[in-house]
């Protein structure tokens, strides 16, 4: 039982080049998020998807777009690198928004240099 | 809009001392609580949850309650060990709103032989 994988673990960008960062999930749960966890800080949103062909902007979305073709997997796509992206990226998953459903399960996460 | 303020770390205690780290929210709705635990070079993983005022989460040890009067949901536990040595983050989500989820900033715990 995987739960959420990510994948690369770690990647360096120069600036203004581009990628993708995968997530799939095997639980078969209709939410998907996408966090990033800068030094000492809590995470933040920036993108979330509650089904397949349904995603939404959270609090920081500038400079990322996502897609959710599948269930499973929802990549997020970094256009234009910037030094500001740096950061840790964390996908994770629920089941649903209420009660006994949001629980979150995370990936191991994605660590992403701008140089 | 919803907020979490956690104590401030880091916090550094000796095996076997009581842990409390603070957490108090701010929501518009009836969030539910979390208590997210993350090991170094790992990702997130839940400790303990609540979903209604004066639920209490435990597990291993761990225990929060769901304070609605003083908008709250300090964690705690009994006698830490070299293990639970982690950075801990309080969260909430809002049920009506997937989107709507907000972390505090983390308490970075050690414990010391």
Same mark, same amino acid.
């Given at each position: 039982?995987?739960?959420?994988?990510?994948?690369?673990?770690?990647?360096?960008?120069?600036?203004?080049?581009?990628?993708?960062?995968?997530?799939?999930?095997?639980?078969?749960?209709?939410?998907? %998020?996408?966090?990033?966890?800068?030094? #000492?800080?809590?995470?933040?949103?920036?993108?979330?998807?509650? =089904? *397949? &062909?349904?995603?939404?902007?959270?609090?920081?979305?500038?400079?990322?777009?996502?897609?959710?073709?599948?269930?499973?997997?929802?990549?997020?796509?970094?256009?234009?690198?910037?030094?500001?992206?740096?950061?840790? %990226?964390?996908?994770?998953?629920?089941? #649903?928004?209420?009660?006994?459903?949001?629980?979150?399960?995370? =990936? *191991? &996460?994605?660590?992403?240099?701008?140089? | 809009?919803?907020?979490?303020?956690?104590?401030?770390?880091?916090?550094?205690?000796?095996?076997?001392?009581?842990?409390?780290?603070?957490?108090?929210?701010?929501?518009?709705?009836?969030?539910?609580?979390?208590?997210?635990?993350?090991?170094?070079?790992?990702?997130?993983?839940?400790?303990?949850?609540?979903?209604?005022?004066?639920?209490?989460?435990?597990?291993?040890?761990?225990?929060?309650?769901?304070?609605?009067?003083?908008?709250?949901?300090?964690?705690?536990?009994?006698?830490?060990?070299?293990?639970?040595?982690?950075?801990?983050?309080?969260?909430?989500?809002?049920?009506?709103?997937?989107?709507?989820?907000?972390?505090?900033?983390?308490?970075?715990?050690?414990?010391?032989?």
């Amino acid at each position: 039982n995987a739960g959420v994988t990510q994948t690369p673990k770690f990647r360096i960008l120069k600036i203004g080049q581009s990628m993708t960062l995968q997530c799939t999930q095997d639980m078969n749960h209709n939410y998907m %998020y996408w966090y990033r966890q800068d030094p #000492g800080m809590g995470l933040k949103l920036i993108y979330y998807s509650v =089904g *397949a &062909g349904i995603t939404d902007k959270g609090e920081v979305p500038n400079g990322y777009n996502v897609s959710r073709s599948t269930t499973e997997d929802f990549p997020l796509r970094l256009e234009l690198a910037a030094p500001s992206q740096t950061s840790v %990226y964390f996908c994770a998953s629920s089941r #649903g928004q209420f009660s006994g459903a949001n629980v979150l399960t995370f =990936g *191991a &996460g994605s660590r992403l240099t701008v140089l | 809009g919803n907020s979490v303020t956690q104590m401030e770390g880091p916090v550094t205690l000796s095996e076997e001392a009581f842990l409390t780290i603070n957490c108090t929210y701010t929501a518009t709705g009836y969030p539910s609580l979390f208590w997210y635990v993350q090991y170094p070079g790992e990702g997130l993983q839940l400790l303990l949850k609540a979903t209604k005022a004066d639920d209490k989460g435990s597990n291993k040890g761990f225990e929060a309650t769901y304070r609605k009067e003083t908008t709250s949901f300090h964690l705690e536990k009994g006698s830490v060990q070299v293990s639970d040595s982690a950075v801990y983050f309080c969260a909430l989500i809002e049920g009506a709103n997937a989107g709507k989820s907000t972390f505090g900033d983390g308490t970075t715990l050690t414990v010391k032989p």
